[in-house]
């Protein structure tokens, strides 16, 4: 299999502009005692199969910063192959999620994001979600579907925070509408970009379960990107 080449990882801005796109986003509104509640969803088809492994470790992580907090209640979901689209019961066990995520690994097919957004909006009009967690490289389907749907998210006070792998300029420009349009944020990410979309990844999690005070408790633990989203956070 040839490897794939991947752009230089995110510049200072871009995670900069990322982080501010966070603190900007609707504050977790749980009634007391209840999880926030996320949905992670990640593209399984085969042009994500060479970088699969090393993006679910950090994937993973993110999980466990949550965790310190009572953690998250997070749905799993992948589409991949011939119009498959799998979605978790809300788990709420860090070994679950990780179990539940390695299980999946990646089969060629089109991309199904008109699908996953249906699919939160239908959640979130059952019982609040937070915030939607995309995973992916590549768009296979019309934008202006996509972006209809990502405006209904934003009207219930979903963000979906668009992680964006190997900078396909197509995807690049429907997933920043679809951050845009949701009230979340959009970041590229590449091989090199390991430790960064660790710790991004960990600072939504953390947010979208606890906001501001959780953040700034994470902080103290020396995350250079979550101490930005503490700062930014403040100015807010």
Partial sequence: MSERKLPQKSTRAEVDAFLSKVAAAPKP?????????????MD????????WDQALHI?????SAAAALGGLAVQLCHYRGFR??????????????????TAVHCLGGHTQIERLL?????????????????????????????????GELGLLGVPAFMFHEGGEA?????????????GG?????????AQQLSELLAAVAVFAAGGRPALEKLSRDGARAVRLLTQQISKG
């Fill in 84 to 101: 498959e689209f799998e979605a978790s019961d809300w788990l709420f066990d860090t070994a679950a999620l990780r179990r539940r995520m």
């Fill in 118 to 150: 249906q699919h939160t909006l239908a959640e979130s009009r059952r019982k609040r979600v937070n915030a939607l967690v995309f995973v992916g490289d590549c768009l296979e389907e019309g934008v202006d579907p996509l972006c209809q749907l990502a």
């Fill in 185 to 193: 944020a959009y970041c590229p990410f590449d091989s090199g970009s």
């Fill in 44 to 51: 399984a088809t085969a042009s994500r199969e060479p970088t």
């Fill in 59 to 63: 994937q993973s992580q993110m999980f």
């Fill in 170 to 182: 197509q995807a690049a420009a429907a997933f920043r509408q679809i951050a845009r349009l949701s």
């Fill in 29 to 41: 509104l749980v009634p007391g005692g209840e999880r926030s509640r996320l949905i992670f969803a």
